[in-house]
Every structure is written in C-alpha cells, then in structure tokens.
C-alpha cells in the first residue's frame, strides 16, 4: 500500500507541469550537487510573462533557481524535450488576456490529460492561448502534426 502510493506521487512528480521557483528558492546560497536534472527557465521573451524558450538544464532544482534570471523549472534535462520547446509559466493560466492573432501553436499537455500513445497535444491559435490552458506545459511552433488529438 506505501509502495503504490509512493509510486503514484513519485509519477505525480514526473507528469506534473512546470514549477516556479518562490523566492526562498532564488535566495539559496547553498545547493547540495545532487543530480536530478532540470530544465530551467529565463522570461527573455520579448512581450511576454506566459511563456519562453530561454532555457539550460541543471544539476537540480536548487541550482537553476538560485541562478539569476530562472523563473520556473520543468522536471528532467532541457534535452527529454522537442528542440524548438517553449515552456508555458506555471502561472500563466492565472492571466485571463490573450490576442487573438492566429499564429499557429502546438500545445503539449502535462499528464493530467493523457492520450494512449506519444505525446499529448491540441492546436492553438497562439502561444497565449496555449498557455493561458493550465494543462499545457510546453509548445511548438506551427499545428500539432505528430501529436494524439487530446480527447478531453
Ligand atoms: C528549430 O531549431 C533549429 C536549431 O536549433 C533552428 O535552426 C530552427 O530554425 C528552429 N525552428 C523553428 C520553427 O523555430
Ligand atoms: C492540428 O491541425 C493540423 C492542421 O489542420 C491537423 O493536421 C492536426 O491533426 C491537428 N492536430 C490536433 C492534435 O488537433
């Protein structure tokens, strides 16, 4: 019974979307060299707090957060993830504005929603729109074409 609920939080864990770093975080003056891999990320983009590409992995989640500029962090190494990734802000779904501009976006899904097989995904009409859906965690460029349409 412990083992399968640690099991489930430990894939909880994994299939959760991207995490912000507080502030208690950011003012770390020590981090242990622990190896658990994350994807840390910079708000570089031009006009936006929702999302950005602006990422480096670290050693853990300690160390990208105590580097000046990463706000939030995806779990496992920048290279688990597409190439041409964006990475949604864990809090961008908070921010209820969004143009309408089409400029066609790939949203991924965390695995809160979950398709049988590969990567889960929906169109947009931009990285806003993507974003401002609390479920999508990363984005790509153009219409989902190798993604399962996500039957929610
Ligand atoms: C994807 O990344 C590659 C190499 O990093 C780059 O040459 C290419 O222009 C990018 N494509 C898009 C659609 O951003
Ligand atoms: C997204 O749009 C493209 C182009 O219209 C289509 O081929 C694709 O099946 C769509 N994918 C999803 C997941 O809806």
């Known amino acids: 019974m412990n083992k399968l609920l ?34 840390g990320i910079k708000m ?6 929702k ?27 920048c290279d688990e993830y597409p190439k041409n990734v964006t990475f949604c802000h864990p809090e961008a779904h908070l921010d209820l504005a969004c143009t309408r501009e089409l400029n066609p976006t790939c949203g991924l899904f965390d695995n809160s929603i979950t398709c049988s097989k590969g990567p889960c995904g929906s169109n947009f009409s931009n990285k806003c729109m993507a974003c401002i859906n609390e479920h999508v965690s990363y984005l790509l460029t153009g219409f989902c074409q190798n993604q399962e349409q996500n039957k929610q």
């Open 44 to 49: 570089a983009e031009k006009g936006s707090s």
């Open 51 to 77: 999302y950005s590409s602006v990422k480096a992995t670290y050693g853990n989640k300690c160390s990208a957060c105590a580097t000046e500029g990463v706000e939030f962090y995806a779990v496992g190494s």
């Open 6 to 39: 640690i099991a489930l939080t430990i894939l909880g864990l994994c299939a959760a979307a991207n995490f912000k770093c507080t502030s208690e975080m950011k003012a770390a003056k020590f981090c242990t060299m622990e190896y658990m891999p994350v994807c």
